[in-house]
């Protein structure tokens, strides 16, 4: 079969074939051409041998639409692309300039945070790269540099020159989120519901970290940001308000909740905004664990301190689901709650990060029927879900132990079938070949859709598969 000259027709566009069949249309949708969902206009044909429509009979013609090959630029002809994962290690503490050293380090260009900063205070505001050394290990240092050091700005004026910028209002309603961890931490330190001067916090340094910070993750498009222990340092810090100890107040109200640690100068590691940004971005405080590292960014702070580096590093990879896992089962018996009630329980557990969750058929005390409830979780969801069950199960008790888990490289791939593109799980077993599964929910809704039986377009589906992959390393 090839394809012929096509155009656009309409609200709809053809395209042209010429097969055994004689010549024929593909009629598709706008937009939907990239993914490939076609519909055969049966009444085109120009030959005897005339396809049966769709709704009869799809078999003539459905094999040679499996001919038709996606172009080579296509997104979907490679595998889905996994989120990436970002590490933040705060192992000599946080500040935003820190910040936006390590996120250049990772590759983010300066010309991209100054253009955004420009926007929000135009010719205020002067971002400079140098590489650096700090303990002897090279880093980036962003060098903040404004027009007038004495000028400040209220809160209210500071959201004021966000919502005029012009920049995306998602964006901007993210950098009025960290502004607003800043502003209720400094009212809480002076006896007050929110802030409405941050004092050394209204500078536009604070304006041009955060935006710069928040602009940089968006361009590596971060899936997930994990934080490791803060450290805060340890000592007195000067400030306009007199004296006060490290964490400085507004520092220690922001990291409520969040693991930290106090090591190494006595100087302030940690500042408000740097423990400001690493509150809004962060959606999980551990230690470094598992992940496949694709580079790492160094930034430095402004200060030298002996014998223990100034560096915030940050860790950008993936977290695939492979080798050994730490993680906890939790388990109860249930047998006083009525079971319409365990359905959203079991949705609920799965919500807060659950890996597995089990309701097994058992006798607990007095020979009552009920349930054993089995969650299995990550190690660092352990105190979340053991919360969770005890808040929403009933039970008064339960028990939990760790555990290790063994899993598979794996990820997701698209193939393209008669019906549209549909998902292909695949885990690499250690003989190198890939065990697959096709996505069930996608294969139900795209077969109910066309009018055939979701067995034949799973089959398809895993057809293209083999014939695009493979079934081990070689064809990959």
């Known amino acids: 079969m090839e ?3 096509s155009k656009v027709q309409g609200p709809t566009s053809k395209v042209n074939i010429k097969s055994d069949f004689g010549l024929g249309t593909l009629d598709f949708e706008p937009g939907i051409l990239d993914h490939y969902t076609w519909n055969l206009e049966p009444g085109t044909w ?8 769709r709704a009869q009979s799809p078999e003539p013609w459905s094999k040679y639409l499996l001919m038709l090959r996606m172009k080579k630029d296509s997104p979907g002809r490679d595998k889905q692309p996994m989120k990436k994962t970002l590490h933040i290690d705060p192992f000599s503490g946080a500040s935003g300039d820190m910040f936006l050293g390590a996120l250049l380090s990772l590759g983010v260009p300066l010309d991209l945070i100054s253009e955004t900063v420009e926007k929000v205070v135009p010719g205020e505001v002067t971002l400079k790269a140098e590489e650096v050394k700090r303990g002897g290990l090279a880093c980036t240092r962003c060098k903040v540099s404004v027009s007038d050091q004495s000028a400040r700005r209220s809160m209210p004026q500071m959201l004021e020159v966000l919502e005029k910028s012009g920049l995306p209002g998602e964006f901007v309603d993210s950098c009025v989120g960290v502004l607003k961890i800043l502003g209720v931490a400094e009212g809480r330190a002076h006896g007050e519901k929110q802030a409405v001067h941050l004092h050394e916090l209204g500078g536009q340094d604070t304006i041009a970290d955060i935006v710069g910070t928040l602009v940089a993750v968006e361009h590596l498009e971060v ?4 934080c490791g222990p803060v450290n805060l340092g340890r000592g007195f810090v000067e400030t306009e308000h007199g004296t006060l100890p490290i964490p400085a ?5 922001i990291l409520e909740g969040v693991p930290v640690f106090s090591e190494g100068p006595e100087a302030e590691l940690t500042t408000p905004t740097g423990a400001a940004l690493i509150k809004h971005l962060v959606s999980d405080f551990r230690p470094f664990s598992s992940m496949n590292i694709e580079s790492v960014g160094m930034g430095a702070g402004g200060r030298e301190n002996p014998d223990f580096p100034n560096i915030l590093r940050v860790f950008l990879g993936s977290e695939g689901e492979t080798g050994q896992r730490k993680s906890v089962m939790i388990e109860c018996g249930i047998d006083d709650i009525s079971p319409e009630y ?3 329980l079991y949705s609920s557990l799965h919500e807060k990060g659950a890996q597995e969750v089990h309701m097994i058929p058992a006798h607990t005390k007095k020979g009552r029927v009920g349930v054993l409830l089995r969650v299995l979780v990550p190690a660092d969801l352990e105190d979340t879900l053991i919360d969770a069950i005890l808040e929403e199960s009933g039970s008064a008790g ?3 132990w760790k555990v290790d888990r063994t899993v598979l490289p794996r990820e997701v791939v698209k193939v393209e079938t008669s019906c549209g593109l549909i998902s292909v799980k695949r885990w690499r077993m250690p003989s190198g070949n890939w065990r697959i599964k096709v996505e069930f929910d996608e294969v139900m809704k795209l077969s109910k859709r066309a009018g055939i039986r979701a067995e034949r377009l799973r089959d398809e589906a895993v057809a293209a598969y083999y014939s695009e992959y493979g079934d081990g390393p070689k064809k990959d």
């Open 3 to 5: 394809l012929l000259p």
């Open 223 to 226: 899936g997930r940001i994990v």
């Open 249 to 253: 107040p507004a520092t220690a109200y």
């Open 398 to 400: 339960l028990r939990f």
């Open 342 to 344: 365990m359905a959203p």
């Open 46 to 53: 120009n030959s005897g041998r005339k396809p049966a429509p």
